[in-house]
């Protein structure tokens, strides 16, 4: 399998890092990101953080479904994608 990338820079770059959603937004997200912490791991440091997935279409498909939705409510955020053989990887920073 090729690994896959992808690169997404924030809609208001330098903006406030707040979620801009409201609770009704949040409970109709198809991937909250207590779904990808069920499959994956999640590591913090400093303004960024990553979540590692197992590799495979549906934790590809997975990732960047989250990053479509959190994008829309925390503009201020960086994503960036990555796929590899052994896992995929979906970091986000301010």
Do not use: K
């Not at 409201?22 to 499959?39: C, K, Q, W, Y």
């Not at 495979?56 to 498909?61: H, Y």
Request: aromatic share 6%; hydrophobic share 35%; charged share 25%.
């Amino acid at each position: 399998m090729p690994d896959r990338r992808r690169h997404n820079e924030p809609t208001d770059p330098g903006g406030e890092p707040v979620c801009l959603l409201t609770p009704e937004g949040a409970l109709s997200r198809r991937v909250p990101i207590d779904r990808l912490l069920t499959r994956g791991t999640l590591s913090v440091q400093g303004s960024r953080y990553e979540i590692t997935l197992p590799a495979g279409e549906e934790s590809w498909a997975l990732a960047n479904q989250f990053a479509d939705e959190e994008a829309t409510c925390c503009a201020s955020l960086t994503f960036d994608l990555e796929e590899s053989d052994a896992a995929v990887v979906l970091r986000a920073s301010f």
